[in-house]
């Protein structure tokens, strides 16, 4: 199994900021990796997919890089609406078992 | 625009099977790979296995010897059985759509539904 591992498990922020989550897999998944976000009482929402790829209607301030076993998510110009757990995923085509990490929380400073 | 929703009991009894089904709206369940995904109270989130309208199942190596996913094309909906289930299997149940074989991320989601194993 491809072990996934996000740091960290949570930050404090303000509205404005730019924020960068980390996401490490424990063996090469190349570009295999998306990224959602959840609030609470809700479905976990696609964010960016192919490492970097924002899905549709995913603002700008979202972005996504690397490649291999590091990645990051940045959002930037933090808005209210942001606050939320970030958990990455990955889904290499071997072994064909996914994978999500244990997800980052981002709460109000 | 594809929707998900999940229904089935909320209470399951420790030893017994767990039984959701999710119905498919706005697509046809006959193209992409359909996945269940469960997420443990105050917990992260874990891919349970898939379905693709062919019949081609694949499951989480943690689950495979419990876990049986089914399809209904006629229907356009597909299921989900966990076999003899305990407190550690209450979560937080979605259906889920992946995009396709090679690029398996999760585009689209239900909205979930909690399932608690108590007697």
């Known amino acids: 199994e491809i072990v996934v591992t996000q740091s960290p498990d949570s930050l404090s922020v303000s509205p404005g900021e730019r924020v960068t989550l980390s996401c490490r897999a424990s063996q090469n998944v190349y570009s295999n990796l998306a990224w959602y976000q959840q609030t609470p009482g809700q479905a976990p929402r696609l964010l960016i997919y192919g490492a970097s790829t924002r899905a549709t209607g995913i603002p700008a301030r979202f972005s996504g890089s690397g490649s291999g076993t590091e990645f990051t998510l940045t959002i930037s110009n933090l808005q209210s609406e942001d606050f939320a757990i970030y958990y990455c995923?990955?889904?290499?085509?071997?072994?064909?078992?996914?994978?999500f990490g244990q997800g980052t929380k981002v709460d109000f400073k | 625009q594809v929707h998900l929703q999940e229904s089935g009991p909320g209470l399951v009894k420790p030893s017994e099977t767990l039984s959701l089904t999710c119905n498919v709206s706005?697509?046809?369940?006959?193209?992409?790979?359909w996945s269940w995904i469960r997420q443990s109270p105050g917990k992260g989130l874990e891919w349970i296995g898939y379905?693709?309208?062919?019949?081609?199942?694949n499951y989480n190596p943690s689950l495979k010897s419990r876990v049986t996913i089914s399809i209904d094309t006629s229907k356009n909906q597909f299921s989900l059985k966990l076999n003899y289930v305990t407190a550690a299997d209450t979560a937080v149940y979605y259906c889920?759509?992946?995009?396709?074989?090679?690029?398996?991320?999760?585009?689209?989601w239900g909205q979930g539904t909690l399932v608690t194993v108590s007697s």
């Open positions: 995923q990955q889904y290499n085509n071997w072994p064909r078992a996914w994978t």
């Open positions: 379905i693709h309208y062919s019949g081609n199942t």
């Open positions: 889920a759509r992946a995009f396709d074989y090679s690029s398996s991320f999760f585009d689209y």
């Open positions: 706005g697509g046809s369940i006959s193209s992409n790979y």
